[in-house]
T-cell receptor, first 113, second 113 residues
Framework: GENVEQHPSTLSVQEGDSAVIKCTYS??????FPWYKQELGKRPQLIID?????GEKKDQRIAVTLNKTAKHFSLHITETQPEDSAVYFC????????????FGKGTKLSVIP | DTAVSQTPKYLVTQMGNDKSIKCEQN?????MYWYKQDSKKFLKIMFS???????INETVPNRFSPKSPDKAHLNLHINSLELGDSAVYFC????????????FGSGTRLTVV
C-alpha cells in the first residue's frame, strides 16, 4: 500500500517568516495530494490540495508543489502568523480504485510572535 | 448546520465496558470512514464504507465493529474496552474515492480508565 513520509516533525519559525513542510510518497500511481491543518483540540481541515496533473497550486499565503518524478510534494506558507500554529498533515490517495487516504505523521508548526 | 457530526464528544469509561460512537453526515457523500488518532497525533484508517458496503477493514482488533445502517450514518461499537483504546476517534466522509477531500467530524475523545 501507499506510504507517506513527512518532515520535519516539528518546525518553529518567527512570525513573518516562511515555513516549508515536505512529504514523499511511495505509490507512483497516486494522483491526489491534500494537506490538512489541525488546530489543538479541533478536527483536521482541508486547506489545499493538488492533483497529479498539476505542478503547483497557490491560495493566498499557502502553496503546494508536486514533483511526480521524485514522488514528493511540499507545503509552503509565507508571511506566517501566530494563527498558522497547528499540526499539518500531508496525505495521498493511491492509484485507481483506492478509497484509502494515507496520512503523513504530521508536522507541528509553531509561529513565534 | 454541522456537516459531519459525532456523538459523544467525550467518553470516559472503565476497562471491560462496551461503548458506541455515532456519526452522521448531511453532505450527501457516499463514503464514510473511521480514523483513530493516537497521542502522537498519527491518523490511522480503521474502516471505510461506500454506500453501506465495507471497503476498508484495516488490522483492527475484532472488538471494534463498524455498522452503516445507511450511507449517511456510520457507527462504531467497541467491546471489552482496553486502556490502549484511549484515543481520539474521527469520523469522516467523502464523495467517492475522496479525491475531492474528506470532511472530518469533530472527534470523540475516548478515555479508558
Amino acid at each position: 500500500g501507499e506510504n507517506v513520509e513527512q518532515h520535519p516533525s516539528t518546525l518553529s519559525v518567527q512570525e513573518g517568516d516562511s515555513a516549508v513542510i515536505k512529504c514523499t510518497y511511495s505509490d507512483s500511481a497516486s494522483n491526489y495530494f491534500p494537506w490538512y491543518k489541525q488546530e489543538l483540540g479541533k478536527r483536521p481541515q482541508l486547506i489545499i490540495d493538488i492533483r497529479s496533473n498539476v505542478g503547483e497550486k497557490k491560495d493566498q499565503r499557502i502553496a503546494v508543489t508536486l514533483n511526480k518524478t521524485a514522488k514528493h510534494f511540499s507545503l509552503h506558507i509565507t508571511e506566517t502568523q501566530p494563527e498558522d500554529s497547528a499540526v499539518y498533515f500531508c496525505a495521498a490517495i493511491p492509484g485507481a480504485g483506492s478509497y484509502q487516504l494515507t496520512f503523513g505523521k504530521g508536522t507541528k508548526l509553531s509561529v513565534i510572535p | 448546520d454541522t456537516a459531519v457530526s459525532q456523538t459523544p464528544k467525550y467518553l470516559v469509561t472503565q476497562m471491560g465496558n462496551d461503548k458506541s460512537i455515532k456519526c452522521e453526515q448531511n453532505l450527501g457523500h457516499d463514503t464514510m470512514y473511521w480514523y483513530k488518532q493516537d497521542s502522537k497525533k498519527f491518523l490511522k484508517i480503521m474502516f471505510s464504507y461506500n454506500n453501506k458496503e465495507l471497503i476498508i477493514n484495516e488490522t483492527v482488533p475484532n472488538r471494534f465493529s463498524p455498522k452503516s445502517p445507511d450511507k449517511a450514518h456510520l457507527n462504531l461499537h467497541i467491546n471489552s474496552l482496553e486502556l490502549g483504546d484511549s484515543a481520539v476517534y474521527f469520523c469522516a466522509s467523502s464523495q467517492g474515492r475522496g479525491n475531492y477531500g474528506y470532511t472530518f467530524g469533530s472527534g470523540t475523545r475516548l478515555t479508558v480508565v
